[in-house]
T-cell receptor, first 110, second 113 residues
């Protein structure tokens, strides 16, 4: 059974700093998504990663995938307050479903 | 495209009452998923459908929970009788297949008192 682990669970960082969120998964998968959730809101898709070495970037966020290590990273560059949210990775399992990580609650301090 | 539409947005009910949550998927999305989110347990997959057929309901916590998808444009999640520990945000998500990810609805915040 596919297991997905994220770390850290909580992250408090200063504006302008860089940091990385890690997503490890236990079995082979052909797709991985990153989602963002603002407090009290729904989940919004950020990136899809489909192949080994895939890298996607939007603004201050960059996601990458290493399928051999079963690891995806979400790197934050020069954090700003607007990035404060909870970030989830979701790994494809079988034909239909995704298994979600525990989420990383990010707080960017001014 | 109005996205995935869930109703109600908020529901407060007394213990023992029946609760029905509703979801209208995006047209053309043939897979539908019900998730429950709590602080303690995170996002839990309850049940999912493909082409209106339930594929896996192993995440449904108890017999008090049931879900139906009578047609491609409507699904319900019912809790009968409800208990305080059912309090959570319930999300409906749909996808169109292949390598596409989910589109989530806005969720229903359920409080059972």
């Amino acid at each position: 059974e596919l297991k997905v682990e994220q770390n850290p669970l909580f992250l408090s960082m200063q504006e302008g700093k860089n940091y990385t969120i890690y997503c490890n998964y236990s079995t082979t998968s052909d797709r991985l998504y990153w989602y963002r959730q603002d407090p009290g809101k729904s989940l919004e898709s950020l990136f899809v990663l489909l192949s080994n070495g895939a890298v996607k970037q939007e603004g201050r966020l960059m996601a990458s995938l290493d399928t051999k290590a079963r690891l995806s990273t979400l790197h934050i560059t020069a954090a700003v307050h607007d990035l404060s949210a909870t970030y989830f990775c979701a790994v494809g399992s079988g034909t239909y479903k995704y298994i979600f990580g525990t989420g990383t609650r990010l707080k960017v301090l001014a | 495209d109005a996205g995935v539409i869930q109703s109600p947005r908020h529901e407060v009910t007394e213990m023992g009452q029946e609760v029905t949550l509703r979801c209208k998927p995006i047209s053309g999305h043939n897979s539908l998923f019900w998730y429950r989110q709590t602080m303690m347990r995170g996002l839990e997959l309850l049940i999912y459908f493909n082409n209106n057929v339930p594929i896996d309901d192993s995440g449904m916590p108890e017999d008090r929970f049931s879900a139906k998808m009578p047609n491609a444009s409507f699904s319900t999640l019912k809790i009968q009788p409800s208990e305080p520990r059912d309090s959570a945000v319930y999300f409906c998500a749909t996808r169109s297949g292949g390598l596409y990810g989910y589109t989530f609805g806005s969720g229903t915040r359920l409080t059972v008192v």
